[in-house]
């Protein structure tokens, strides 16, 4: 047997208020005055001094304002790194990402391409990356994705939604200040935590785990359950839990996968560009017969928060459709291997995801 050498983020500051120090963790870092900070920071934050002003620019340093709108694909992130290839005269000495697992993927995703050849298309897979990207940071605004410790950057391409999964993508330094993430809308704030808490059940339920993944996935778990389902904690408590349940839940993946809603939420992710924290929710509440106790504490939730999931979005979705979706979500192997063990392709069919995929 061997086993997987995993890469983890080095360095790591958590605490409220922990943002300041970010020019002092940067400093060092400069390679030459040429060679800018590029700071890609989600748009929503465009107007908001509280955070921006706290970005000291030196020399030819940069904030790139990026809508998070939609997730983030191949095609954006070749032009990004075209963008900056063109506005710096030597190679960046780092790239910040600021923001929700969007723009912390897209951060990522960069710092790797502004070293490889090609596309971002091209390394779409398992290690295929060549050679180490340019210093990162990771900084987020929001809890629960994950995306500030794993090994991956989601990108939807041409004919994929696909993570660059290798060695050169964790950052190289993260900053959790729960305070960044204190104006998330109730409605966002739910759908992105509950990627941490389904990250978390698909863990856990899967095949896959082992020891280091159940230690994570229960502590996240139970942090989950104590932030959505208590009335006892302070706000602050909250955001500072729910930050590194995101983190744990992360972690947890690295030995392990995702599962059944992680895999069909991605179909509906390609096909209608649903986003991926509501679509996790819009699938997982109807996997009860996959993951019985983690739905009905799902419902609970949903419930306590008065949170309202759209219906009916497959409703008018024509054969051809229904069959890229489908396609979509069944070449997502390991996340059906995780969730159903070897012999996942006897019961998961393409009727069985047409019927799922019609109630939602
Ligand atoms: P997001 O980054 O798209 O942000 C969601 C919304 O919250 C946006 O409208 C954003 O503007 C807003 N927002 C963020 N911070 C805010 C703040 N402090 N105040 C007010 N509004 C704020 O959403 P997300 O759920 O964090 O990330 C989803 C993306 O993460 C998807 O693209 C998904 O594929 C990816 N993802 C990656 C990994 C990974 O391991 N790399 C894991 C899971 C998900
Ligand atoms: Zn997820």
Redesign the pocket.
């Known amino acids: 047997m061997s086993y997987k050498n995993f890469p983890m983020v080095p360095r790591i500051i958590f605490g409220r208020g922990s943002f300041n120090q970010l020019n002092d963790i940067l400093a060092p870092k400069r390679l030459s005055i040429h060679a800018p900070f590029i700071y890609l920071v ?4 465009k107007n908001n001094s509280w955070l921006t002003s706290r970005i000291q620019l030196s020399y030819e340093d940069k904030i790139i304002f990026i809508s ?2 939609e ?2 694909k191949t095609s954006q992130v070749d032009t990004l790194v075209e963008d900056i290839i063109l506005l710096t005269k030597e190679r960046p000495s780092g790239i910040i990402g600021i ?7 897209l951060a ?1 995703a960069v710092s790797i391409m502004l070293t490889n050849e090609g596309e971002a298309k091209d390394y779409q897979g398992w290690d295929l990356v060549k050679n180490e990207g340019i210093y990162h940071v990771g900084i ?3 809890s ?4 500030e410790v ?1 090994r ?3 990108l939807t391409g041409p004919d994929k939604k696909l ?1 660059i999964n290798s060695d050169f993508t964790p950052f190289d330094q993260v900053i959790l200040d729960s305070e ?6 109730t409605d ?1 704030w739910f ?2 935590g509950m ?1 941490c808490y389904i990250h978390c059940i698909e863990s856990l339920d899967g095949t896959y785990l082992n020891a280091f993944s159940q230690s994570y996935g229960d502590m996240a778990l139970d942090l989950c359950k104590e932030i959505f389902l208590n009335d006892t904690l302070t706000d602050i408590e909250a955001q500072e839990k729910l930050m590194m349940a995101s983190w744990h839940g ?1 972690m947890s993946i690295v030995y392990s996968q995702v599962g059944v809603a992680h895999a069909m939420s991605y179909g509906l ?1 390609y096909l209608l560009g649903t ?3 509501i679509g996790n929710c819009i699938v997982f509440d109807h996997l009860e017969e996959f993951y019985p106790e983690g739905v009905k504490l799902f419902k609970e939730m949903k419930a306590k928060h008065d949170i309202e999931l759209p219906a009916g979005i497959c409703a008018n979705l024509s054969d051809e459709e229904f069959n890229i979706m489908i396609d979509i979500s069944l070449s997502l192997e390991p996340l059906w291997e995780n969730a159903l063990g070897k012999n996942w392709k006897k019961t998961i069919t393409h009727e069985k995801l047409r019927s799922l995929y019609q109630k939602m």
């Open positions: 989600d748009d929503v934050f998070s709108k997730e983030p923001g929700g697992g969007t723009l912390l993927d990522k987020p605004t929001i629960g994705t994950g995306a794993s991956t950057t989601v993570g960044l993430t204190k104006d998330v809308p966002q759908f992105t990627d992360g992710s986003k991926h924290g």
